[in-house]
């Protein structure tokens, strides 16, 4: 059974910086593509980032780009997103979600997912 476990979340200034990460189990981690995902309220999750499972490939969101950075530590089976510069659009509860592809920016081709964790940014 996959198990996902988001933390680092918290309420910050605009223009701050937090680093997310992923806990997983129940995976063979190092072949998983894995993904961040954002929901703010009223609004659909969004596509964050994703990785590939060498590291060879990263993908963002425009919105996100030379802002944030998606990382993974194989041998942690931890997955991770620093966030820099900080704005309050990107409030939002944040997931990490595993997909069997091998690059995707669709929700809806994600298995698994974690509970979330809340980022909040005042401006």
């Known amino acids: 059974q996959v198990q996902l476990v988001e933390s680092g979340g918290g309420l910050v200034q605009a223009g701050a910086s937090l680093r997310l990460s992923c806990a997983a189990s129940g995976l063979t981690f190092i072949r998983t593509t894995l993904g961040w995902f954002r929901q703010a309220p009223g609004k659909e999750r969004e596509f964050v980032a994703a990785i590939t499972w060498a590291s060879r490939n990263t993908h963002y969101a425009d919105s996100v780009k030379d802002r944030f950075t998606i990382s993974r530590d194989n041998a942690k089976n931890t997955l991770y997103l620093q966030m820099n510069s900080l704005k309050s659009e990107d409030t939002a509860v944040y997931y990490c979600?595993?997909?069997?592809?091998?690059?995707?920016?669709?929700?809806?081709?994600?298995?698994?997912w974690g509970q979330g964790t809340q980022v909040t940014v005042s401006s």
């Open positions: 979600a595993t997909t069997r592809k091998t690059v995707s920016r669709t929700a809806g081709d994600f298995d698994s």
